[in-house]
């Protein structure tokens, strides 16, 4: 039966308060590991699953887990030490064959059980003579082409040749609970996964018209796709095409956009009061389109009531599509589909908001309409639950 050993970077930091980020991390292992976990032991600053398979997939997935620093394929191995050295033979052997006579290696060993009678030192140089007796190997302390680990822990030895890097950060749970604005775009579904890395647990909220959007499975695929890291996800969609008759009717165009994104938002944190959430989130990006100059920014982000976050505030665009890419929602996004946001830039939007004229013009708008709402759930990449 594999067993991967997950280790955690911040969760170390955490002092008084380590054990409830260590028991959030533990649920969204469980979560993520079904319906292949058969056993999770939480040791001090990581954890050992027991799984009944170990796919490139589940690997891939768990390389995306917020709060994972890095995580193994480990062999289990009694506290002794003749079978702590085989263990690492065969730890070699199955990752890379039974021909490994005269590549460089070296051996890592770190004792984190201080009862255990051979210090780190010890162990490295009795594991590391014996995998050049048995197996030909060359000691190499600079740059070895195979690294043995060897862990001691409270009551066994994990033994492991390879680490798989995660993402760091927080499990998801641990920092509070916000609303993303999320237009399904590239930027609005790397934001809320950047906020799910710190640890907030997301609900998405997608403004559309009904009058030009009636097909929403980019949205619902978008939504799907990051329910895989954070579990259960809540996307709340909102019919504006009340409000944008009244803003297309009343506003001037190069106005139109700023008025619009304050409606969405004030959208977004009635959704937010419903939801006890405690922060509003975009996929803003300073000066990346008219919309998010400085002082647009600032001219929309005042008819926010919660603290609004911008993960993406200081990332270009191809760093922001890297991140896309790698999260697997660049394909999605790409996808086309009617932005109600597109449908209202002008030819020449206004670049420098003025937070008078936009008072006036709201004067005359219905801003506390309320618009209908409709309601759907994923997990694990597929539909759960829907609501109206």
């Known amino acids: 039966m594999p067993k991967i050993l997950f280790h955690f970077g911040e969760l170390s930091l955490k002092g008084k308060n380590r054990a409830s980020f260590e028991r959030q991390m533990a649920r969204n292992l469980r ?9 999770l032991r939480r040791e001090h600053g990581r954890m050992l699953a027991d799984v009944d398979e170990a796919s490139a997939s589940l690997l891939e997935r768990l390389a995306l887990i ?18 702590i050295q085989q263990a ?18 070296r051996v890592s060993a770190r004792r984190g059980n201080k009862g255990f009678p051979l210090t780190s030192p010890e162990l490295n140089f009795e594991v590391g003579g014996y995998l050049k007796a048995q197996l030909g190997l060359r000691v190499c302390l600079d740059d070895p082409e195979i690294e043995v680990h060897v ?16 993402i760091g950060g927080l499990p998801v749970g641990s920092s509070g609970h916000g609303i993303v604005l999320f237009s399904g775009g590239i930027d609005s579904p790397v934001a809320a996964y950047m906020m799910m890395k ?53 506003v001037p165009a190069d106005y139109r956009m700023i008025i619009y994104k304050r409606q969405m938002i004030r959208s977004a944190a009635s959704i937010a009061r419903r939801e006890r959430a405690q922060a509003l989130v975009t996929g803003d990006s300073l000066g990346q389109v008219a919309s998010q100059t400085l002082a647009n920014i600032r001219a929309i982000y ?87």
């Open 31 to 39: 979560r993520a590991l079904a319906p292949h976990l058969r056993q």
């Open 151 to 166: 862990e001691i822990g409270r009551d066994a030895a994990f033994v492991y040749t390879r680490k798989r890097r995660g």
């Open 198 to 250: 710190r640890g907030m647990r997301v609900s998405l909220v997608h403004c559309y018209n009904s009058t030009i959007n009636r097909d929403f499975a980019k949205i619902r695929a978008l939504a799907a796709q990051l329910s895989c890291y954070q579990g259960r996800v809540a996307l709340h969609r909102v019919d504006l095409e009340a409000f944008q008759r009244h803003a297309i009717a009343q």
């Open 88 to 105: 690492a033979a065969e730890a070699v052997r199955v990752e890379y064959g039974d021909d490994v006579a005269g590549r460089p290696f």
């Open 302 to 388: 005042d008819a926010a009531p919660l603290p609004l976050l911008s993960p993406l505030i200081a990332l270009d665009k191809e760093e922001i599509i890297t991140l896309a890419r790698r999260i697997g929602t660049f394909d999605l996004s790409v996808e086309e589909y009617c932005d109600i946001c597109s449908f209202l830039i002008a030819k020449h939007p206004e670049t420098r908001g003025d937070p008078a004229r936009v008072a006036a013009f709201e004067a005359a708008l219905p801003l506390t309409i309320e618009p209908p709402v409709f309601t759907e759930h994923f997990e694990a990449g597929k539909p759960v639950q829907q609501e109206v």
């Open 66 to 83: 917020p709060g994972i620093r890095n995580f193994s394929l480990v062999h289990e191995a009694e506290l002794d030490l003749p079978v």
